[in-house]
């Protein structure tokens, strides 16, 4: 397993209701959730603006294809030049996991 994380904060003017970034996040995620080897993406917002996106493949070579998908790397773009005041993206392999769910 592969695990994103995703850091950003957006421009002012993206960050109301009907601003162009909402239709493409959301497309962007139905697109992800298309891909070979998604495995899931939850996405949090702090009080500070910050937003996070966690995002899992099975492996780097799927998170590689969702990288340089087309309809992606023009989100990308897009990204820097409208949307993005600033972000960080982490890529990781889990080096330890433990689980836990009680039971109903």
Known sequence: ?????????????????????????????????SMPGFRSVKTFGAGDGERVTLFEFETLAHLDVWRDEAEHLEAQRRGRDEFYASYDLYVCEPIREAHFRAED
């Open 1 to 33: 397993m592969v695990v994103g994380i995703f850091r950003s904060r957006l421009r002012p003017e993206q960050e109301h209701a009907g601003a162009a970034y909402g239709p493409v996040a959301e497309r962007m995620e139905a697109l992800a959730r």
